[in-house]
């Protein structure tokens, strides 16, 4: 089982809309968790951290099931400008210089 | 713009070439990283160095070479590519927070191979 899996989409949206995506990760031991966003051929951005239950920032909200290990991203009122990737990680925990292993990520394109 | 700086942005090379690419932080992470991406794909980890010690290689082929001179420097050797090494090579850093690492990208080297 890979370590984190990802709808890859692409997700077809209506601006203004609500659209949500989830990531589901294997290893239980994680205990923190990240989405990033990728513009089209531009470098990975931060988006969100989540460390426990969940994080809200404007109209971006990320949610953590430990249960069902997984961690959502709900995106209200949709702009044509958060078309992009949006790739989920799931570290394995513990410390140390882990390199973060992506997820395939989640193709989002808004459309007016 | 973007703390983590790469050069060169593109970067178009023969087979039998010995090239490098670079990559600068100075907002002083401990831990400097190189991902390849191909297109449509997620960055694939291929090393991690740690306190300037080589800490983790992905299995990645000798013809790609680490090197860290410094904590705020990386570079990438490359010799005797391939084509199939077309990729965009995308440079990070990071810092520690809450059991895990938070990286920063630079905005990555496209690398073209002939």
């Known amino acids: 089982r890979k370590e984190v899996e990802q709808d890859p989409g692409p997700f077809n949206v209506p601006e203004g809309a609500t659209v949500a995506f989830n990531c589901t990760y294997s290893?239980?031991?994680?205990?923190?968790f990240f989405w990033y966003r990728q513009d089209c051929r531009k470098e990975p951005k931060l988006l969100m951290s989540?460390?426990?239950s969940g994080n809200e920032d404007g109209r971006f909200t990320a949610q953590l099931n430990r249960a069902s290990q997984y961690i959502s991203l709900l995106i209200r009122d949709s702009k044509l400008s958060d078309s992009a990737t949006y790739l989920c990680v799931a570290p394995p925990g513990g410390g140390g210089a882990d390199g973060l292993t992506f997820g395939k990520g989640t193709h989002l394109i808004i459309q007016p | 713009d973007t703390e983590v700086t790469q050069t060169p942005k593109h970067l178009v090379m023969g087979m039998t070439n010995k090239k490098s690419l670079k990559c600068e932080q100075h907002?002083?992470?401990?831990?400097m990283y190189w991902y390849k991406q191909k297109a449509k794909k997620p960055p694939e980890l291929m090393f991690v160095?740690?306190?300037?010690?080589?800490?983790i290689n992905e299995s990645v082929p000798s013809r790609f070479s680490p090197e860290c001179p410094n904590s705020s420097l990386l570079n990438l050797h490359l010799h005797a590519l391939q084509p199939e090494d077309s990729a965009l090579y995308l440079c990070?850093?990071?810092?520690?927070?809450?059991?895990?690492?938070?990286?920063?990208f630079g905005a990555g080297s496209r690398l073209t191979v002939l």
């Open positions: 989540v460390y426990s």
């Open positions: 990070a850093s990071s810092y520690h927070r809450a059991g895990a690492n938070v990286l920063t």
């Open positions: 290893n239980s031991a994680s205990q923190s």
């Open positions: 907002m002083g992470h401990r831990a």
């Open positions: 160095y740690s306190y300037e010690k080589l800490s």
